[in-house]
């Protein structure tokens, strides 16, 4: 099996690992040339392709003069790219390159009510397209409840609220009743209210100047590693190339520090905090983001929590949370 590529072999689109196999498995590439005509038999059926080598102008292919030659083959697979067909009805959509634009709401330019995810918009994965519908489906919501449109946070990735994990635990806040409730100066015993509320998406990912490294180790990734055929044992081969994680190593991956800035319960706040301010909530109301509760009455402000916290997850504010 021969493949043909316009680019030298360090500019293929494709991931060295992909080039890598494909030698392997005992493909030979031809780089740096363009196919130039189809070059078929009697009976009108494919016998060869005549390549040349070819240079780059402006981003076109350009065939040199004299370079030509032939590949004999019975079979020519063109793979030169993917696009949508959107020729039955959709044409108006087609951004000239058989694609549909987007803006940061995942809805077409210009196309109120109409939204667009996936390959559609640029060939990608699927991880990619799963992430742009899920944004997608919120600009739907926004759009039908006629909403304005939210600006997406810089890092867009689905983030914790300590509000919907406290409704997950049944552990959803008390009616608020103002009426009921007269003067409401001070909050700290209401059980209306969520103490040391942070809404965490104005940071999914805490910076590592917030982090104290020193309870974070460098921990090197737990990599995957991939087998494949050799040229003679390609045929009929159909074991899984990709050689997953063992759950060992899943576990381990997973309790990397990922910069989450969530709190992991280690106590320090507790134990330094000078006023015993902080103290742990009980069992039956603590779940993930709350283990630690701080009681207003005797907290004078001074950091300290904030300064101990390894994780970055106590953020001191002025009540503009
Ligand atoms: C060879 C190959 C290998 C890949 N390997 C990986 C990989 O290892 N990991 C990874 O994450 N991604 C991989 N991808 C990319 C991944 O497959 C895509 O990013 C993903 O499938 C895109 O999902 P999508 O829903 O946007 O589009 P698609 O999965 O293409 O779904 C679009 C659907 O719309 C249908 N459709 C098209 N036109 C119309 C129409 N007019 N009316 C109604 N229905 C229509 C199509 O039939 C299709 O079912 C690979 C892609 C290819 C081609
Ligand atoms: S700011 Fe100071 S007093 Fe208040 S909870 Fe934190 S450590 Fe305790
Ligand atoms: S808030 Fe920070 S310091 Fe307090 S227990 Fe959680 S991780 Fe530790």
Known sequence: MTLTSLFAREEMTATEHEVEDALREGVSIHNGVMPIEVIVDDDGYAKALKMARCEMVDGRPNAVEGTEYEIECDL????????????????????????????????????????????????????????????????????????????????????????????????????????????????????????????????????????????????????????????????????????????????????????CGMCFECDNCVIYCPQDAIFRVKKDQATTGRYVDTDYNKCIGCHICSDVCPTGYIDMAMGDH
């Open 76 to 259: 020519i697979v063109s793979a030169i790219g993917q696009g949508g067909d959107l020729s039955q009805g959709l044409e108006s959509l087609d951004n000239g390159r058989g694609l549909i634009d987007s803006d940061a709401f995942y809805q077409v330019p210009d196309r109120k009510g109409h939204f667009v995810a996936g390959d559609i918009i640029r060939p990608h994965l699927l991880t990619t397209a799963i992430g742009q519908a899920s944004i997608a489906s919120e600009s739907i919501d926004h759009y039908l409840k006629q909403e304005a449109q939210q600006k997406r946070p810089k890092v867009d990735v689905h983030h914790f609220e300590l509000l919907q994990k406290l409704r997950e635990s049944n552990l959803s806040p008390k009616e608020f009743d103002a009426e009921d409730l007269g003067d409401m100066r001070g909050t700290s015993e209401g059980d209306w209210a969520v103490h040391n509320y942070e809404d965490r998406a104005s940071a999914e990912i805490i910076s590592s100047d917030r982090l104290f490294l020193g309870h974070f180790p460098y921990t090197p990734r737990n990599l995957r590693t991939s087998s494949g055929p050799t040229a003679d044992e390609v045929l009929g081969h159909f074991e899984e190339r990709g050689i997953g994680l063992s759950a060992e190593q899943a576990v381990n991956e997973a309790e990397r520090c990922m910069s």
